[in-house]
Nanobody, 127 residues
Framework: QVQLVESGGGLVQDGGSLRLSCEAF????????MGWFRQAPGKERKFVAA????????YYTDSVKGRFTISRDNAKNTVYLQMNSLKPEDTAVYYC????????????????????WGQGTQVTVSS
């Protein structure tokens, strides 16, 4: 049974920071790329960031480049999303996910390429 457990969401003011964490259980964590996605009310789930299995390569959607940083600690089976300079439009439920295929060179930006998901954590940025 694979389980992804997220933490770190909350309410923050415009310009503030939050750090999300996602710990994985039941899978060889270090072999799989990890991604963060978000879903705002009434909208589809969208890609935010991904890190490859080794942690050496990271990818971001354009709207968060320079503000968000994804990283992973394979010894702790945990992936992080450091979010700085938060804006009201970043308000959403954030989900971490584990990619289906192991050891991919470039993580996918497509949600259907990920087979395990966390429960989601709410991030609210007030103006």
């Amino acid at each position: 049974q694979v389980q992804l457990v997220e933490s770190g969401g909350g309410l923050v003011q415009d310009g503030g920071s939050l750090r999300l964490s996602c710990e994985a259980f039941g899978r060889t964590f270090r072999s799989y790329a990890m991604g963060w996605f978000r879903q705002a009310p009434g909208k589809e789930r969208k890609f935010v960031a991904a890190v490859n299995w080794s942690g050496r390569s990271t990818y971001y959607t354009d709207s968060v480049k320079g503000r968000f940083t994804i990283s992973r600690d394979n010894a702790k089976n945990t992936v992080y999303l450091q979010m700085n300079s938060l804006k009201p439009e970043d308000t959403a439920v954030y989900y971490c996910a584990s990619e289906k295929a192991p050891l991919t060179a470039t993580p996918s930006r497509r949600a259907y390429e990920y087979d395990y998901w966390g429960q989601g954590t709410q991030v609210t940025v007030s103006s």
